[in-house]
Each structure stands twice: as C-alpha cells, then as structure tokens.
C-alpha cells in the first residue's frame, strides 16, 4: 500500500478513444450486431408508467410529514426520478421512437423529464454528444471535472462533498468548460417543466413539489445508483478509460452499467447491450469492470489514488458539422 499518492493533473493520452477502433473490428466480424440498432418498443411504456407513479405518489406524499416527505424521497422517489434521467440518456440516442423521429424523442425526453422537478432533457441532449463523439476531450467533454475539482476534492471527506455536490456540478460545469447558446428546446423544456411544477403545486400544495426535486438531488448526488457516475469513466486501473458494471442495478437504470458496449454501440438501445457483451464475448469478458456501484464509491473515497483528477484527457479536433 506504499507510494500511494493522491493525482496532481489528469491522464492525458495522445491516442483515439478506444471505442472507435472496438467498433469497427466487432462490427467486421459479428455484423448481425447491427440488428441490435433501432428503437425500444417498450421504453415508452416503461417511462410513461414510471412518470405517473411518480405523480400517483406526489397525490400520496401531500400530507405527510417534512422528515416522511425527505425519507421517501430519498428511498423511493428518487430512485425513479433518477431512472428517469437515465431513461432521458437513452432517448437523446433515439432509442424511443428511432432517428426518423428526432422531435418525438426530444418530447418524449420533456415528458419523461416531468418528475424530475428541474428541466434536464433537452440540456443533457446538447452536451451528451459531445461527450460521445470527443470523450475526454479537453474542453469538450463537460463530464470531465475542472482543474479546481480535481486539486480541491482530494481527501476522503472532501471527495465524500463532492459526492453529495454532484447535482451542482454537473449543472454548473458546462456553463464553464464549454458554453453554448440556449437553444429554443431548452426554453420549451424549461417552460413546460415549471409550468407541471406550478400545476402540482396549486392543486397539491409545495411538499410534492419538494419531494420531486429533494429525490432529485439527493439520488443524483450521494447515492447507490449514483456509483455509476464514477463507474463509468474514472480511471480505476491505468490505460482503461471506460468500465462497465454487470450487477442487479442495471434493472433500475436502464442498462447503463453496460457502459462499454454503450459507447462501443450508442444507437443500441440499453435493454439489447447485454446481447452485445454475449455476441462479442472475447471484446468484453477480459476487460476491467466494476461489480458494485457501492464498492465504487467507497473506493473512490477512501484510496488516496483515486478522485476527479482520475480521468483520461486528450486533445480532440473538432468535427465538422454537416
């Protein structure tokens, strides 16, 4: 256990992302994988069901104590409402009604987005290609932490802090790292998630409304299922810049645990990326991955080698746009 000591800077790399090359050769070899592409049939269904529990259940919250109202926000409440923001993960790849139906997906995301409290969707849209297409990508990807997270965040209690502020930076960080113009989506999205609060508010009272949003930010920050954030991408052994997690989770979550396949194959819905892993076997089962979003956590607190400056960085050339 000697020698280690806590990152001063990030990994760069002066390679492609991985994820390119492991596509070309997958698809080469297992071209049925491409049948896996397409939309859900049943994603729609399962996030419209889930949006409405979650409106059954600020009707149920009404008059019940605050410290009732914090527990089951945490415990339940939350818990969809993050399952919901990983719905919205898959359908900004247009899973839900495929790509001839971009503007369905984009609504359907402001549908799904209603329990969240807060408009999310149509933000996470913008910068979440950015992040596929330039992963790692100095001033482009905004899932990677600042310079100041990564010096200031580097003992176990501040990085327990930066847990629970998770919410804050994820929000914050690309108005930093890389802003761009509000787009006329984001300005819809906002008005119609605002509006859905004010409707719960006159005809239920504000302890709903704090319910969907305390879920919100509490199951987005120190959290179980939020082991994911930090699962995915930071660099737990060196050279590997992208893990995936095969555990019981990934049944509230979408199948985001399967997060090599994912960024291998985004246009594959998360209820097909098991069938990616099990067509190309000998491309995944010898590969770093994670067993416990839990185990994550903990790791990522209490070893003094891990923390946000343990992410893979590069220079990326900018695409042209079409």
């Not at 194959?265 to 067509?279: A, E, H, N, Q, Y």
């Amino acid at each position: 256990m000697g020698n280690r000591v806590a990152r001063e800077d990030f990994e760069w790399v002066y390679t492609e992302q991985p994820h390119t090359q492991r596509r070309k050769e997958i698809l080469a070899k297992y071209p049925e994988i491409k049948t896996l592409m397409g939309p859900d049939p049943y994603l729609k269904w399962i996030v419209s069901g889930m949006v409405f529990m979650q409106l059954l259940a600020c009707y149920l919250v009404k008059d019940l104590s605050w410290k009732w109202i914090f527990f089951w926000a945490y415990a339940f409440g939350g818990c969809i409402n993050h399952s919901l923001t990983l719905a919205i993960h898959d359908i900004s790849h247009n899973v839900a009604f495929g790509n001839k139906q971009a503007k369905w997906n984009r609504w359907f995301a402001v549908f799904a987005n209603l329990p969240i409290g807060i408009p999310y969707s149509a933000s996470f849209k913008k910068y979440h290609i950015d992040h596929h297409r330039y992963l790692g990508g100095d001033s482009l990807d905004v899932d990677i932490p600042t310079d100041f997270e990564g010096w200031f965040f580097c003992t176990p209690l501040r990085k327990l802090l930066w847990l629970f502020l998770q919410p804050l930076f994820y929000s914050l960080r690309p108005l930093y790292v890389n802003p761009k113009a509000i787009t006329r989506m984001e300005i819809l999205n906002a008005l119609v998630q605002f509006s859905t609060d004010l409707i719960i508010y006159y005809l239920w009272g504000l302890k709903p409304v704090i319910y969907l949003i305390a879920g919100t930010i509490l199951c987005l920050g120190f959290h179980p299922i939020s082991g994911h954030f930090i699962a995915e991408h930071y660099m737990f052994l060196k050279g590997y810049e992208t893990y995936s997690y095969y555990g019981p989770l990934n049944w509230l979550t979408f199948n985001v645990g399967y997060h090599m396949e994912h960024h291998d194959f985004p246009s594959i819905p998360g209820c097909r990326l098991p069938m990616v892993k099990k067509i190309a076997a000998e491309y995944y089962d010898n590969l770093p991955h994670h067993q416990s979003w839990i185990r994550v956590l903990w790791d990522f607190v209490f070893d003094d080698t891990l923390g946000p400056y343990s992410r893979v960085k590069r220079l990326c050339k900018l695409a042209k746009e079409s």
